[in-house]
C-alpha cells in the first residue's frame, strides 16, 4: 500500500492546506509589484485598492494557516514530523505578514522610491519574489515526494530547489548592497526620514527572500527526519 494510501485511511493529508498556504502566500507577496508601481506614480487610491486585497490575501493565508493547524492529525502514521510541518506552516506564514507590512508602512508616508533607484529597486523586488516563487516549487512536490515514500526523483527535485531558493537569497543580499549604494549616491537630496525609511524598506524587502530561503530549509530539515 503507498504512503499516501495509508495516510488516505488514518489521517487527513496535511500536504494539501500547506500547498494551499504558499500559494496563496506568494500571490500576496506578489501584489506588490503593481502596489509599488502604483506608488511610483503616486497614484494612492490605486495603492491603497491594491493593499487592501493584499491585506484580504494575508488574511486568507492566516485562515488556512489556523486551519491547518487544528486539523494536523496527532495520531499514528503521520509520515513527517508534526512539530516540522508546523515550522514550516509557519516560516511560510511570516513572507505574507511581511509583505503587508511593507505595504502598510509604505502607504502610511506616501513614500514614493526616489526615480533614480526605482528600476534597481523594481529588479531587486522581482529578485526577492522569485525566492517566494521557488519556495511554491518545492512545496508543490511535496504530495509527489509522499507517494513515492520520500525517495526517488522527486526527492532530487525537492533538493535542486533548496540549492536553487540558496543562489537566490545570495544574489539579493548583492542586489541590496548595490541598492543601498545607489541610495546613499542621492540620500542628500532626499527628506532625511525618508531616507531612514527608504533603507528599511530596502531592507524589509530583502526580508521576503531570506524567509523564502528558511521556508527551504525547513522543509529539507522535515525531508530528513521523514
Request: charged letters at 25%; proline letters at 4%; aromatic letters at 6%.
Amino acid at each position: 500500500m503507498s504512503m499516501n494510501s495509508i495516510l488516505g485511511v488514518f489521517a487527513k493529508s496535511p500536504i494539501k492546506p500547506l500547498q494551499e498556504h504558499i500559494y496563496k502566500v506568494h500571490e500576496c507577496a506578489s501584489h506588490l509589484v503593481p502596489f509599488f508601481e502604483a506608488a511610483y506614480a503616486n497614484d494612492w487610491n490605486k495603492a491603497t485598492g491594491i493593499r487592501a486585497e493584499l491585506s484580504k490575501m494575508e488574511k486568507s493565508a492566516d485562515k488556512l494557516k489556523r486551519e491547518l493547524r487544528m486539523n494536523l492529525p496527532k495520531g499514528l502514521f503521520m509520515p513527517i514530523d508534526r512539530t516540522d510541518l508546523l515550522g514550516l506552516v509557519t516560516e511560510q506564514d511570516k513572507i505574507a505578514n511581511t509583505a503587508k507590512d511593507i505595504s502598510g508602512r509604505i502607504l502610511g508616508r506616501k513614500l514614493v522610491i526616489p526615480p533614480p533607484i526605482q528600476q534597481e529597486f523594481m529588479e531587486y523586488l522581482l529578485r526577492c519574489l522569485d525566492a517566494s516563487a521557488c519556495a511554491v516549487k518545492a512545496i508543490d512536490e511535496l504530495d509527489e515526494l509522499l507517494e513515492t515514500g520520500f525517495q526517488g526523483r522527486e526527492l532530487q527535485i525537492i533538493d535542486k530547489l533548496v540549492v536553487e531558493l540558496d543562489s537566490i537569497e545570495n544574489s539579493t543580499d548583492v542586489m541590496q548592497i548595490s541598492l543601498r549604494h545607489s541610495l546613499h549616491g542621492i540620500e542628500q537630496d532626499l527628506n532625511p526620514v525618508d531616507v531612514v525609511f527608504l533603507y528599511n524598506v530596502i531592507e524589509w524587502v530583502g526580508e521576503l527572500a531570506d524567509l523564502a530561503e528558511r521556508v527551504g530549509d525547513k522543509l529539507e530539515l522535515m525531508l530528513a527526519r521523514s
